[in-house]
């Protein structure tokens, strides 16, 4: 963008408060930027830019949205690539290349509320491969991150520490085979919280570890999809006082230990569907969840291989239950059970009405 100059002659640059570059095929970031410092919004998606270097935002200080989504070459971010830009609230990041997120990338950004870092492009690319462990630090306003990469591995305890207003964490398509306990530790106000594992590359996880999930007062909603996990054993969700939906599906859970949803007494909704091989329930595997509401256990019409009775102890101290779908799954319901049940399509929803 050799003609995007400032200069005396052409000062009313100065005064521009949203510029969109997209769809230019620019491959840097020009200089003359830093000159606009009535910047407010900046679009730089859908082009060829390879690197964000470092202080290329510098002498911004009312921008607060940059886009740079959908640049398909960008795989490097140097350090201090987004600094001091005190009104900073919006970065997307989405479908890009980017490769390694360094400490000190995100550097004295004070309102930053929202970033998006997907490296799923359209060609279905995904390069992320680290994430060091000050990546996100000293971020206080940051309230969501969505983090979307089939080649992360590893994530280091602590990595989203010291976020204390963030809301939402999504950790989309992971390739971890671990989750240390404390890497969700310091979130005083997440809410939302979404995990989706990469069983398609071969980099699954196959365990919950004891207090991977404890201790996140505010967590209202918790997603974990498409892992290798076989099992939930006792008290893995323990110290949600909060959570209201808890979502497993699609993962390869063939065991629901006793007490294996304990001390959740504000959930109202347990997704356990798309699991094939779940042939037997616990009599306890829902135990003392006095405000569960729905219930899902079902699976893939192509995947249904037996059925297996209900005991009706297994849903005794769940006074809320309403809904409970069983489509395709390998259950049934005994006799003294079916006059709550509706049947939809070959679904199973049977509604207890007290």
């Known amino acids: 963008m050799e003609h995007l100059k400032i200069t005396k002659s052409n000062p009313w640059y100065k005064k521009i408060k949203s510029l969109d570059l997209s769809n230019t095929e620019m491959e840097e970031i020009p200089e003359s930027l830093k000159q606009m410092h009535s910047l407010i919004k900046l679009d730089l998606s859908f082009s060829n830019i390879t690197e964000i270097k470092s202080g290329i935002f510098v002498n911004l200080p009312k921008l607060k949205e940059i886009n740079l989504s959908w640049n398909e070459s960008l795989t490097t971010l140097h350090l201090k690539a987004f600094s001091n830009l005190p009104k900073l609230e919006i970065l997307d990041l989405s479908s890009t290349l980017i490769t390694e997120i360094k400490d000190e990338v995100f550097l004295n950004l004070p309102n930053l509320k929202e970033i998006c870092i997907d490296t799923s492009t359209q060609c279905w690319r995904s390069e992320l491969i680290k994430i060091h462990p000050k990546a996100f630090s000293n971020l206080p306003s940051l309230k969501k991150l969505t983090l979307r990469g089939f080649g992360l591995t590893e994530i280091s305890p602590g990595t989203f520490s010291n976020l204390p207003k963030l809301e939402t964490l999504v950790l989309w398509g992971f390739g971890i085979t671990v989750i240390p306990p404390g890497t969700f530790s310091n979130l005083p106000k997440l809410k939302n919280l979404c995990l989706s594992g990469d069983r398609a590359h071969g980099r699954e996880l196959t365990e919950i570890l004891p207090g991977t999930f404890s201790n996140l007062p505010k967590l ?61 329930l616990h009599p306890k595997a829902f135990s003392d969840l006095p405000k569960l509401e729905k219930l899902d256990l079902s699976s893939p019409d192509f995947y249904r291989s037996e059925e297996n009775e209900i005991k009706p102890e297994t849903f005794e101290n769940l006074p809320k239950l309403r809904q409970i779908n069983l489509k395709n799954s390998n259950f049934v319901l005994k006799d003294d059970l079916k006059k709550y049940e509706i049947r939809i399509r070959n679904s199973y929803f049977f509604s207890l009405l007290y």
Not at 228 to 244: A, Y
Request: aromatic fraction near 12%; charge should be negative.
């Open 220 to 280: 209202e909603t918790l997603v974990f999809y498409n892992t290798n996990i076989t099992e939930i054993k006792e008290e893995t969700f323990v110290n949600l006082p909060k959570l209201q939906k808890l979502v497993l599906h699609w993962n390869q859970i063939t065991e629901i230990h006793p007490k294996a949803f304990y001390d959740l007494p504000e959930l109202k909704e347990l997704d356990l569907s798309g699991h094939y091989n779940l042939n037997t």
